[in-house]
């Protein structure tokens, strides 16, 4: 059995994580954008070239070298081009881990340098989608990849000794599609976020932030979180940090005051029940396409690199309040029941017809 040593180089318990780690967590929580901050914390290069790596990019392949400069050199031409941006060549000439470094520090400098990254973040979103859309394949096959990253990373965990109990990974069925988008006001395919889903169930509520916080070093970066797809009705994000020491002192240097989460609660199910606890989120997530996929491509394909992203939902619970989730009206069996209420009477009878006044 792996003792818990050998594994704390890479696990953060919560008196380890830093500034970065928790504004990172902190975006998962209230599903914010990166487009509104205007500095990043990295500490070392290490942590910058691991970002860049849950970006599905490589600082060591040179390939990936070349693409990161190619994105660089696109934002830095959009800025130019549009705002009449003025860049020091240090910034422009910099490499995407040292950009990051600069967008950490203060000054000019780190200004351009956080502008420049922000519009990167948009290219290389746009270009990995379009790739996805190019390709000859299907869902079912781009969802496999998708589980076969998730499997491996949550894998390495559960055998390292993580304090997770519980991971069920799984993919909408076709039933279950078309009662969700019935019930829901916009019935569109579009919006169906949970095609392919992941539940995580740790031991206790402290270890939530340290497996998001390892899940956006190896799985997903959190610049890739979908802004406004995240509930977070488990933990109270102030109240949280205030309750324990090393966390208060980090969270007084947050960009964004730790008091915008009090009046930020946002519950996006009107069939989950008020007492209905959990952390849940939606990302993006990158996927390196394998050789022989990329050959399925089309002329011109190359150009928008090796990555595309598959919109995947993540939930996070501790075990204590997954066992609450199962009393009463915040059950699963009672959500689905409410949802098949809503579908039926929405089918038989539409919209509700306005109730007429009284006669007089």
């Given at each position: 059995?792996?003792?818990?040593?050998?594994?704390?180089?890479?696990?953060?318990?919560?008196?380890?994580?830093?500034?970065?780690?928790?504004?990172?967590?902190?975006?998962v929580?209230?599903?914010?954008?990166?487009?509104?901050?205007?500095?990043l914390?990295?500490?070392?290069?290490?942590?910058?070239a691991?970002?860049?790596?849950?970006?599905?990019?490589?600082?060591?392949?040179?390939?990936?070298?070349?693409?990161?400069?190619e994105i660089?050199?696109?934002?830095?031409?959009?800025?130019?081009?549009?705002?009449?941006?003025?860049?020091?060549?240090?910034v422009?000439?910099?490499?995407?881990t040292?950009?990051?470094?600069?967008?950490?520090?203060?000054?000019h400098?780190?200004?351009?340098?956080?502008?420049?990254?922000?519009?990167?973040?948009?290219?290389?979103?746009?270009?990995?989608?379009?790739?996805?859309?190019?390709?000859?394949?299907?869902d079912?096959?781009?969802?496999?990849?998708?589980?076969?990253?998730?499997?491996?990373?949550?894998?390495?965990m559960?055998a390292?000794?993580?304090?997770?109990?519980?991971?069920?990974?799984?993919?909408?069925n076709?039933?279950?599609?078309?009662?969700k988008?019935l019930?829901?006001?916009?019935?569109?395919?579009?919006?169906?976020?949970?095609?392919?889903?992941?539940?995580?169930?740790?031991?206790?509520?402290?270890?939530?932030?340290?497996?998001?916080?390892?899940?956006?070093?190896?799985?997903?970066?959190?610049?890739?979180?979908?802004?406004?797809?995240?509930?977070?009705?488990?933990l109270?994000?102030?109240?949280?940090?205030?309750?324990?020491?090393?966390?208060?002192?980090?969270?007084?240097?947050?960009?964004i005051?730790?008091?915008h989460?009090?009046?930020?609660?946002?519950?996006?199910?009107?069939?989950?029940?008020?007492?209905?606890?959990?952390?849940?989120?939606?990302?993006?997530?990158?996927?390196?396409?394998?050789?022989?996929?990329?050959?399925?491509?089309?002329?011109?394909?190359?150009?928008?690199?090796?990555?595309?992203?598959?919109?995947?939902e993540?939930?996070?619970?501790?075990?204590?309040?997954?066992?609450?989730?199962?009393?009463?009206?915040?059950?699963?069996?009672?959500?689905?029941?409410r949802?098949?209420?809503?579908?039926?009477?929405?089918?038989?009878?539409?919209?509700?017809?306005?109730?007429?006044?009284?006669?007089?």
């Amino acid at each position: 059995m792996t003792h818990r040593s050998e594994v704390d180089s890479d696990y953060r318990t919560l008196d380890r994580l830093g500034l970065a780690d928790l504004e990172a967590v902190r975006l998962v929580l209230r599903g914010g954008s990166v487009i509104d901050w205007h500095r990043l914390n990295f500490e070392s290069k290490q942590d910058a070239a691991e970002l860049v790596r849950a970006l599905e990019l490589d600082p060591e392949i040179d390939s990936d070298r070349e693409r990161m400069n190619e994105i660089r050199d696109e934002a830095i031409s959009y800025l130019r081009r549009n705002y009449d941006f003025p860049i020091p060549k240090p910034v422009a000439n910099s490499e995407l881990t040292d950009m990051l470094l600069m967008a950490s520090g203060r000054g000019h400098r780190s200004l351009c340098a956080c502008t420049i990254l922000k519009v990167m973040h948009i290219i290389h979103h746009l270009a990995g989608r379009e790739l996805l859309f190019m390709l000859p394949i299907s869902d079912q096959e781009v969802f496999a990849l998708v589980e076969e990253k998730v499997y491996r990373v949550i894998g390495g965990m559960l055998a390292h000794g993580f304090p997770i109990l519980e991971f069920i990974g799984g993919r909408k069925n076709k039933d279950s599609l078309l009662t969700k988008l019935l019930s829901k006001p916009e019935t569109l395919a579009a919006n169906i976020y949970d095609k392919v889903r992941f539940r995580i169930v740790t031991r206790g509520p402290d270890e939530i932030f340290s497996v998001v916080n390892y899940m956006l070093r190896h799985i997903f970066p959190f610049n890739y979180v979908i802004p406004g797809q995240s509930t977070n009705t488990l933990l109270h994000f102030r109240s949280y940090c205030d309750a324990h020491p090393h966390l208060r002192e980090l969270a007084r240097n947050l960009q964004i005051s730790a008091a915008h989460e009090d009046n930020n609660v946002r519950v996006d199910n009107r069939f989950s029940a008020d007492t209905y606890r959990v952390v849940h989120f939606v990302v993006d997530l990158p996927v390196r396409l394998p050789p022989e996929m990329a050959k399925q491509a089309p002329t011109g394909a190359a150009a928008l690199g090796p990555v595309v992203f598959v919109q995947t939902e993540f939930q996070i619970i501790d075990r204590g309040s997954e066992q609450q989730n199962e009393l009463g009206e915040a059950s699963h069996d009672a959500y689905k029941e409410r949802q098949k209420r809503a579908v039926m009477h929405r089918l038989k009878v539409g919209i509700d017809p306005p109730s007429r006044p009284p006669r007089k």
